[in-house]
C-alpha cells in the first residue's frame, strides 16, 4: 500500500511539474509580494423523530487561512507560508464536541540563484504543531450503585497531544528548483528534525522507548538528522477551478532510512464568486514513529472565504 500510494504520488508531481513548464511565467518584480484566503467551511444535518430512513442530528464547522508572503531582489527570494485549520463537529447524543482538522504550519525557504538558471542554492524551515488538545475516545460500563448491574454505557475521552506535543521543527540547506510561484522543488540532503513533546506522555509507568513519536521515555525531544525533498506544484484545471499539491518526503539517515516518512496534501479550489466557494482536502501522512500505517484526512464543503491581498 505504502509503495502503491508513493508511486502515484510521484506521478502525479511528475505529470504537473511536466504540465507547468509548457506554461510562461511571467516575471515577478522585485520586493514583497503577499497573497492568502481565509475560508469558513459548514455542513448540517437535521432529523426529526419521526424520520423513517435513518441517520444522526449533526453539524460541522471548518476555519482555514493560508497566507503567502514573498519576497524578491535581483537573485534572491525568500518565499514564506502559513497553513492554518481547526474544525469542529458535534453529532446529537454524543457527550463531547470533536475535532475534525486540526493544524498549524510555516514554511519557509530562501534562495539565491544559481546564475541565470531555475536552480538555487536554498536554506529551508518548516514549523508544524496543532491548536488544540486531542483525544482518543471510548465507552465504560455504567454500574447500577445498588445492584451492580450494568444499565447503560458512559463515553470518556484519554488526551493523547495538545499544543506543541508534538511539534516538528525542520531545516536544511539544499538545491531548489523554481520554475515560478507556482511550481518548485527543493532537495535538502542535510537536514535535521526536533520533535519535541509533553514529557508528561513518556514518563506513565510502563512507557515503552519511541512509543509517543518515537520520543524515548522521560525526554521530551527527539533529533533526528537526514534527506528530505519537497515539492509544491499548483495549476489551473477549469476556470476558477485550480489544484495544490504540497509532498514532503525524509529519510532518516540515523534510523531505519528505508522507512520514508510522507506528507503530501492535495487541495481542489474552486470559486463560485468573491466570497462563495467550495473546496476539497485530501491529506496522506505517514510517520512510523507516529503510527504504523497511513493516516488519512478528507475535509469537503461550501462555504465564506475572503481574499486577503498585500501590496508589493
Known amino acids: 500500500m505504502k509503495k502503491l500510494l508513493f508511486t502515484f504520488l510521484v506521478l502525479l508531481t511528475a ?3 511536466t504540465y507547468s513548464q509548457e506554461e510562461q511565467a511571467e516575471e515577478r518584480p522585485d ?3 503577499g497573497s492568502g484566503a481565509v475560508s469558513l467551511l459548514f455542513n448540517q444535518a437535521a432529523f426529526n423523530a419521526e424520520w423513517q430512513g435513518g441517520g444522526t442530528s449533526n453539524y460541522a464547522g471548518n476555519l482555514n ?3 503567502d508572503l514573498n ?3 535581483g537573485d534572491f527570494t525568500w518565499d514564506n507560508r502559513l497553513i492554518a485549520d481547526y474544525g469542529l463537529t458535534k453529532v446529537k447524543d454524543q457527550e463531547f464536541t470533536r475535532k475534525t482538522n486540526d493544524r498549524l504550519e510555516i514554511n519557509s525557504i530562501a534562495g539565491k540563484q544559481v546564475k541565470e538558471s531555475n536552480w538555487y542554492y536554498s536554506f529551508f524551515m518548516n514549523f508544524k504543531t ?3 488538545k486531542g483525544y482518543e475516545y471510548s465507552t465504560v460500563d455504567v454500574l447500577d450503585p445498588i445492584t451492580g448491574n450494568v444499565i447503560g454505557e458512559e463515553e470518556i475521552r484519554t488526551e493523547t497531544t495538545h499544543f506543541l506535543s508534538p511539534g516538528y521543527l525542520q531545516a536544511g540547506p539544499g538545491m531548489l528548483w523554481k520554475k515560478d510561484d507556482n511550481l ?6 542535510a537536514t535535521g528534525i526536533l520533535i519535541f513533546v509533553d514529557d508528561a506522555f513518556t514518563t506513565t509507568p510502563g512507557y515503552t522507548d519511541g512509543d509517543y513519536f518515537g520520543v524515548d521515555q522521560g525526554k521530551s525531544t527527539r533529533f533526528e538528522f537526514g534527506a528530505s525533498v519537497n515539492v509544491y506544484a499548483k495549476f489551473t484545471v477549469a476556470e476558477n477551478v485550480t489544484f495544490e499539491n504540497i509532498l514532503n518526503l525524509y529519510a532518516n539517515y540515523l534510523e531505519d532510512p528505508q522507512n520514508v516518512d510522507l506528507d503530501y496534501t492535495g487541495n481542489i479550489n474552486m470559486k463560485v464568486n468573491d466570497y462563495l466557494s467550495a473546496s476539497f482536502i485530501f491529506q496522506a501522512i505517514y510517520d512510523d514513529n507516529a503510527v504504523k500505517g497511513f493516516q488519512i484526512r478528507e475535509v469537503l464543503g461550501v462555504g465564506l472565504t475572503y481574499k486577503l491581498n498585500a501590496a508589493n
Open 31 to 33: 520586493g514583497w509580494k
Open 71 to 73: 519576497y524578491k531582489k
Open 130 to 132: 496543532q491548536f488544540a
Open 15 to 17: 505529470n504537473q511539474i
Open 184 to 189: 518548485s522543488v527543493n532537495i535538502a540532503p
Open 65 to 67: 487561512l493560508s497566507y
